[in-house]
């Protein structure tokens, strides 16, 4: 495949039953451009149960890519949830299509599909704007390991 673009996979004729898992409450969507392979997307890989919810499932810890939508609806009932929401915390849920983003663990890859795929949906408080000092593929790089490794 082109460097920064995943193959197309497709089931066809899926079995009764299979589907995707998705957050009920994502959203965002992303058009994933890279991802990483963390030692638990190899134990998934690998058929180790207890590291995953259920199967199949797409694996993929971390991902990096664009947002394609985003469904407000979130940020305004937590506006109007009188919580006291300061200006980062609007931007960081406030995004906009096109924008490059990172998501690194929570859940994707392990109790919903995660970044092995081209598009995955999850909810914007997850997702971080790609840091300036770094590529999408560099975040890729780096992983949920190397942030964990640094903090």
Same mark, same amino acid.
């Given at each position: 495949?082109?460097?920064? $673009? ?10 009764? @039953? ?9 959203? #965002? ?5 890279? /991802? +990483? ?22 694996? @993929? ?11 407000? /609806? /979130? ?18 849920? +406030?995004?906009?299509? @096109?924008?490059?983003? #990172?998501?690194? @663990? ?22 971080? $704007? ?22």
């Amino acid at each position: 495949a082109e460097r920064g $673009k995943l193959k197309a996979r497709r089931l066809i004729n899926a079995p009764e @039953g299979v589907r995707r898992l998705q957050d009920p409450e994502a959203d #965002v969507t992303v058009e994933v451009k890279f /991802s +990483s392979l963390n030692y638990k997307d190899g134990m998934i890989l690998a058929g180790q149960h207890g590291v995953c919810r259920s199967f199949p499932i797409v694996p @993929g810890i971390d991902a990096a890519g664009l947002v394609q939508s985003v469904d407000t /609806s /979130s940020l305004q009932a937590l506006e109007a949830s009188g919580l006291g929401l300061d200006e980062e915390m609007k931007r960081s849920l +406030s995004f906009e299509p @096109g924008e490059e983003v #990172v998501l690194t @663990g929570n859940k994707i890859g392990q109790y919903f599909d995660g970044g092995y795929s081209q598009w995955l949906r999850c909810q914007a408080g997850w997702l971080v $704007k790609r840091p300036e000092v770094f590529t999408l593929e560099q975040c890729m790089a780096l992983g949920t390991a190397g942030v964990t490794a640094t903090t």
